[in-house]
């Protein structure tokens, strides 16, 4: 045989096998070859998250490992491309998880590249909130700045907005970083507004919140810098819509398998329109290096060896001089070649979440004494025919993440108890994350070693809610009918033992 003929074979018995073993990890939609496995009442777990995937992605990887490029090539280049189209941003740059990327979103900022009035420098607060997952803060403090945090909404999950010019200090107060909560957008029409008002910095942490839009009116975002011709989803004639992750300087993603799309690990950072933002992020993402040639190509400026920079002898190898104290935090090639095919199937993922979100809340409406159901930003209440907006004008279309509800004060029970019982039923679930941040044990040992590494605004008393009552379960492709349908005789078995 060929080396042609023998990967076609190998192609082929690759496929033939995940269709044979990975039956667990196919769509919960499926049909045919396609098709989930069986649920097992008592004895499959519904998981809260998870891979989802089918051959193809398995056939991909195996292809590109066969290639053996490995390190970070053309899989990867054409994910950036695939990935900044489907967006509507300037770049996309992949790197090995979500967590880099808020790490290399923040410390981009910090490049003496950045005009020294926007750059960000040791002492300077960047605000936040409270609940949420640590990686969205961490890098702030990694790079010695000061977290400001600011109070979160129990019903959408994010930022109370309204805090953010209590949280503002001048000369101190110069980007805002926070999260879209479980899939859910944060107000971005009051945090654009606010740093458009003080010239900050906006880094959106996207990672749970792939394929989520956001709409305001069309003169809004006027106002705001955007036009009909701004990258995004066309607008409507009187509002324009975006995708989360396109309105703010700088976004992140993260593929870690829970998320809307799996390259096992990974993550991407997205230039929504700033070139000089991909300079930097790209040399603290490569060693810290100055050169931009690609992996593998050499001289790509055609002045490999004619710079001079820093005191370095002139004609020094352009490809080992370094502009920044930098990382490796590349992915490899085959986790690529994976994210292109998961890539295709995004929009049938955002579709899966977004029915499965609104079965489990329709089925559960009966417990409204119990429970305090999530709401999407700028909406005012749930009926089975949608959402009731605000006056605002502003709505979202959630590609949620996780189906959160909060146990009321009243409630003969708690979050906790709740959870023990859907884990003894082999019913995965999560808390949000961290809850109220500033309460674990790191936060708490580093306001006793220095009192001034982060600011507070207010009590934090939405955070402690959040942290005191909320639980969410999936919403991920991966589920059926089934598993949701065990969920919410789980859940009303459970409640029910209190009338």
Request: glycine residues 8%.
């Amino acid at each position: 045989m060929s080396p042609d003929e023998i990967k076609t074979e190998i192609l082929r018995l690759t496929r033939e096998y995940s269709q044979a073993v990975h039956g667990a990890n196919r769509p919960g939609y499926g049909k045919d070859d396609a098709a989930p496995a069986p649920f097992v009442l008592g004895e499959t777990t519904v998981p809260y998250a998870g891979r989802v995937f089918t051959a193809d992605e398995v056939v991909a990887a195996i292809r590109s490992t066969l290639d053996f490029w490995l390190t970070l090539g053309p899989e990867g280049a054409a994910f950036e491309k695939e990935l900044a189209a489907f967006l509507g941003v300037r770049h996309t740059l992949l790197v090995n998880s979500g967590s880099s990327a808020n790490l290399l979103a923040i410390t981009a900022l910090t490049s003496h590249k950045i005009p020294r009035e926007k750059r960000l420098f040791p002492g300077d607060e960047v605000i936040t909130c409270a609940a949420g997952f640590p990686t969205t803060v961490a890098p702030i403090l990694q790079n010695g700045l000061v977290p400001v945090f600011i109070d979160n909404i129990p019903a959408t999950g994010n930022a109370c907005s309204d805090q953010l010019e209590a949280a503002f200090s001048p000369g101190k107060t110069r980007a805002v970083m926070m999260a879209h909560t479980l899939g859910n957008p944060f107000d971005l029409s009051a945090v654009l507004a606010f740093c458009r008002a003080y010239g900050l910095w906006l880094i959106e942490d996207n990672c749970d919140a792939l394929g989520c839009t956001y709409t305001m009116p069309i003169q809004q975002a006027r106002e705001l810098g955007f036009s009909e011709n701004s990258p995004g989803i066309s607008p409507d004639g009187e509002n324009i819509t975006r995708y989360t992750g396109t309105w703010g300087d700088l976004s992140t993603q993260s593929f870690y398998p829970p998320h809307h799309l799996t390259m096992g690990e990974g993550g991407a950072v997205n230039i929504i329109s700033k070139a000089i933002l991909k300079t930097c992020v790209e040399s603290f993402r490569d060693w810290g290096r100055d050169c931009w040639c690609p992996s593998g190509r050499d001289n790509t400026c055609k002045k490999r060896f004619d710079w001079q920079l820093g005191e370095l002898p002139k004609g020094y190898d352009h490809k080992y001089i370094y502009s920044h104290l930098g990382y490796n935090l590349k992915p490899l090639d085959p986790q690529a070649a994976i994210g292109r095919v998961q890539l295709k199937k995004l929009p049938q993922f955002i579709k899966a979440r977004k029915d499965n979100w609104e079965y489990l809340r329709s089925s559960l409406d009966t417990l409204t004494e119990y429970f305090d159901f999530s709401l999407p930003t700028h909406a005012t209440s749930w009926t089975p025919s949608g959402f009731e907006w605000d006056q605002s004008g502003s709505h979202v279309d959630c590609s949620w993440f996780g189906f959160m509800v909060c146990v009321k004060p009243h409630a003969p029970f708690t979050n906790s108890e709740l959870a023990r019982y859907l884990d003894k039923n082999k019913i995965d679930n999560r808390m949000l994350f961290g809850g109220n941040l500033t309460k674990q044990p790191v936060f708490t040992q580093l306001k006793k070693d220095n009192p001034h590494a982060f600011r507070i605004v207010g009590n934090l008393n939405g955070a402690d809610t959040i942290m005191n009552s909320a639980i969410f379960l999936g919403t991920y492709p991966g589920l059926t009918k089934a598993m949701l349908d065990f969920e919410i005789e789980t859940i009303k078995k459970f409640a029910n033992q209190f009338r």
